[in-house]
C-alpha cells in the first residue's frame, strides 16, 4: 500500500483463495498506539481482515490522529485532512486485499470514536456494514457543515462510561440521540466505569460484529 500510515494487519484465519473476507479498520485513542486495540477482537472467531492504524502526530507516551484546539472541539484544518486519509485507506485496502466491500466495519476509541463517527457519516451505509462508538463524541463542524451520506439502517454499537471524565457521559448519550434521528441502528450502551473498555463493553463488541459479519453470507 501507498498509504502514508503505520499500521498492524491481521489476515483472515485459514483464508481461502479466491475468498473475500470482511475487514475491520481500527482507531485508538489519544496517546495510544496501533497496537492498542487489536486485543479486543482476540475472541471473535469470524475470519477477517484487522487493520489498526497509527495516528502520524506524536503524542506521548504514544500518538494521536489530530491536534485539539479546545475541549471538545478539535483542530479543524488537522482533523478534515486525517478523515480524508483514513478514507483514503480505507478504499485503497479493498483494492488491494481479498476484502468483501459489503462488509466493512469502522471501531474507534476516544479520538478513534470521533473519527468513527465522522467516517460513518462520510461513508454512509452504502459502503459501511457497522460501526462501533467507544467513549467519542461527534464534532459539531461536522454536524454543522460536512457533507453527509445517509446512514439509515446503519449498525451502530455506541458505548460510554457512565464515570467518564475524560470526554462526558452527555457527548455519548448525544451521539446516540443524532444518529438515531439519522435512522442508524443504534444500540447504546452505558457501563458502570470511566474512559475506558470493561469486559462487557468487549463482550458486547464481539457480539455485534460476529453477528453482522454473517449476515448476507
Known amino acids: 500500500m501507498n498509504s502514508p500510515f503505520i499500521f498492524d494487519y491481521t489476515a483472515p484465519q485459514n483464508a481461502q483463495e479466491n475468498t473475500q473476507y470482511p475487514a ?3 482507531l485508538h485513542g489519544m496517546g495510544s498506539n496501533e497496537k492498542d486495540l ?3 477482537l482476540n475472541n471473535l472467531h469470524e475470519p477477517c481482515h484487522i487493520f489498526s492504524l497509527q495516528g502520524p502526530i506524536i503524542q506521548a507516551p504514544g500518538y494521536a490522529f489530530f491536534t485539539i484546539e479546545e475541549f471538545g472541539k478539535p483542530d479543524r484544518l488537522v482533523f478534515d485532512k486525517i478523515v480524508l486519509h ?7 485496502a479493498i483494492e488491494e486485499y481479498a476484502i468483501d466491500s ?15 463517527q465522522t467516517l460513518s457519516l462520510i ?6 456494514a457497522g460501526a462501533v462508538v467507544l467513549s467519542g463524541y461527534l464534532p459539531q463542524h ?15 454499537l455506541i458505548t460510554h462510561g457512565k464515570m467518564d471524565y475524560v470526554l462526558p457521559l452527555q457527548w455519548g448519550e448525544n451521539s446516540r ?41
Open 24 to 26: 475491520v479498520f481500527l
Open 38 to 40: 487489536p486485543g479486543l
Open 86 to 92: 483514513i478514507k483514503a485507506f480505507i478504499e485503497e
Open 102 to 116: 459489503t462488509k466493512i466495519f469502522l471501531l474507534g476509541f476516544s479520538q478513534g470514536a470521533i473519527l468513527t
Open 123 to 128: 461513508l454512509g451505509s452504502d459502503k459501511l
Open 142 to 156: 461536522v454536524k454543522d457543515e460536512y457533507g453527509k451520506e445517509s446512514v439509515a439502517g446503519l449498525p451502530m
Open 177 to 217: 440521540d443524532f444518529f438515531k434521528h439519522q435512522k442508524a441502528l443504534v444500540n447504546y450502551m452505558e457501563f458502570d466505569d470511566g474512559h475506558g473498555v470493561t469486559q462487557a463493553v468487549q463482550t458486547e463488541i464481539i457480539r455485534f460484529l460476529s453477528h453482522h459479519m454473517q449476515i448476507n453470507s
